[in-house]
């Protein structure tokens, strides 16, 4: 079920593919997407995410091979990178669940067994483990970031093309390909905050806060959350 689903998100990757950059962007944005959420989820079933990234990714990388632009020739080689990230992502995640929880049974079977020094030892072990895991998650959000940060960078770019070569109409769709990647961005920054909190690592700064402008943003988010 996993590899039908994958092939069928790749041939609709396939079938939308042309050379329009807003096209490739948005296509290659929905690709990354599903990518971090099929890691994420399939973590505990690291064979079912790889059926499923394998063709998706594959079927893409061919359309995106096929087509006459640079762009999509970098988003071929972006998604193949990303491609490797998310099955070493899936696979280490699932590495630490099943450490987790076979300590955890090992540990239910010690309180019963061992001494109470061993008992504590074998937690000291438990928080060890938990504590690589949210340094492996604030790591790895780095790497999430940076395609990201290539994606917003790209629909800057086809900003001020689109506005040169006089498609001034492109101009929204491209700010909202923008700000859906920054809204992405702005949840791998959590997700790494919280992971920095766990691992003993958040260092707080004291700065000054454009407050209008902050909430001008939240309005505007959840104004699109509401639509």
Known sequence: ????????????????MNGDPVRIAIIFA????QMVSVATGGASLPLSAVMFLVP?????????????????????????????LMLAYARELNRVLVDSIRMRFENAALNE?????RVQERTRVLEA???????FLANMS???RTPLNAIIGYS????????DAGAASLVPDLKKIQGAGRQLLEMINAVLDLSKIEAGRMDLHLEEVDLPGLLAEIEGTISASIA
């Open 30 to 33: 929905l690709l990354v997407g």
């Open 113 to 117: 067994a061992l001494t109470e020094q």
């Open 129 to 135: 483990a938990s504590r690589h895991k949210s340094e």
């Open 1 to 16: 079920v996993s590899g039908l689903l994958g092939v069928l998100w790749g041939a609709m990757a396939f079938a939308l």
């Open 156 to 163: 800057e770019m086809l900003q001020d093309d689109a506005v």
């Open 142 to 144: 780095h790497e999430l």
């Open 56 to 84: 998706m990714t594959g079927l893409f990388t061919s359309a995106a091979a096929l087509t006459d632009s640079t762009l999509a020739r970098a988003s071929a080689v972006g998604a193949v990178l990303m491609l490797g």
